[in-house]
């Protein structure tokens, strides 16, 4: 009996060993999963922030080659300055990038060396500007080479992009593809006696954005056009939305209001989408977005179609600027002329489809948001007198009288001055026609299926 008791409670036993045995690795499963699962999240956020400086890199990379392109053709010391203040920060930030990504200094101690050097040089350049002396020739071949080094290592970066988003490339090879550099190389031992000793102090700047083609300056503020204008009914809104999306009243849907710096009545016809301000009654945008067939027309067809669209719509007199081909779908921007003032603030892009030349888009916004009845003074200053400051590097083609919008929300009357640089870029320079400062240089960048500027 006593044996048969013993043999009961080591069954017994056995069970709750057992038990717990699986308890435990089960306990000791999920232990391990959820450290699983924590080490891919860990890894999956340290990869996005590496991704994120790679990008942040590339930005700033492509800012500095534009500055210093725009540093070749700079006329004034104001402008200079400037330009130099930008591109130090850029070059510090562009050091941080590289601080953040999964390298040591010792295998980008060339690549930061260039960096600080940019923003050191351009300084030292800017200081002797300042000063009343002229940049000498050498020094100007000493941007040009920076300038070169700078596209060179973007490059470098755009493909590493390029392979990070086709899974062909781990974030920690950044060091292979960056040793690769051009920018590797010395640069001119004048370069060195220009500069001080490089900064090793990493400073968050935020991100330079250039003004492009002034199409960014919107939605910042309340609408100019609008105040004062007195209130439509929907119905009559229906009216203007029927003309921009050349539909049938009929088809038009209410589809609801918009809320914005231009609180507007909606409309729409299956995918086609209107709106018309509230005040006013004023197209602010439409689009339709239909697939595009096979391109039959080209820009010099699409524009006049652009302009006789946008004359229907009473806006007033415009010229045509920058355009951008997407998808056999032309977008032309257009500004509006004060007399024969260009208005680049009071921008207005249309969008024309090339397989058949019909109209598919409207975006007013930059009109709606600035246009004024502006009382334009009389030049100060003579075109040659303002032509006189442009960089002896360029060669002026062509001029006009324009108003640019300035980052702090100003506008500038300038005259225009459509150059060439000496590689036969496209640059225009604005001067300002009453007190000849240098307010912007813009280069211009033509890709397959536009042109932008910078």
Known sequence: ?????????????????????????????????????????????????????????????????????????????TQLSSISSELWRDSGSAKACIAQMPTNDKE?????????????????????VIAGNEISEEERENLVQLSENA????????????????????LGEVRRVVEKSKTQKDVKSALSAGVGAAEEAMTDYPTLIYDGPYSDHLMKKSSKLLEGKAQVSRDDAKKTAAMMTQRDISKLENDGEEKSATPSYVFTDGDIRAAVTKAGGLGVYFSNPRDTGEATIGYDEAL??????????????????????????????FAYLEGETICSPDLVKVGVALDNGEIVSLDARGYLMNHVNRSLPAPKYTKSQAQAVISRFLKVQNAALAVIPKATGEEKFCYEFACKGTDGEDIYVYINALDLSEEDILILLKIDGGVLTY
Not at 23 to 31: D, N, P
Not at 160 to 168: D, F, I, P, V
Not at 305 to 320: I, M, N, P, R, V
């Open 151 to 170: 596209a060179s290592l973007s490059g470098e970066v755009n493909t590493m992009q390029s392979e990070l988003s086709e899974g062909r490339l781990w």
């Open 304 to 333: 006049p179609k652009a302009k006789q669209y946008l004359s229907k719509l009473g806006y007033g007199t415009f010229k045509e600027s920058y355009y951008m081909t997407n998808e056999n779908v032309c977008v032309i921007n």
């Open 108 to 128: 980008l101690l060339k690549v930061s060396k260039f960096l600080s050097q940019v923003g050191e040089y351009s300084m030292a350049l800017s200081k002797k």
């Open 1 to 77: 009996m006593p044996h048969r008791k013993l043999q009961k409670l080591t069954r017994r036993s056995l069970v709750r060993l057992i038990s717990y045995g699986i308890a435990l690795i089960v306990a000791l499963g999920g232990f391990t999963a959820h450290g699983y699962f924590l080490t891919v999240r860990y890894r999956t956020q340290l990869e996005y922030t590496y991704q994120r400086a790679l990008n942040d890199l590339s930005n700033y990379l492509a800012n500095i080659n534009i500055a210093l392109k725009k540093g070749l053709y700079s006329g004034t010391a």
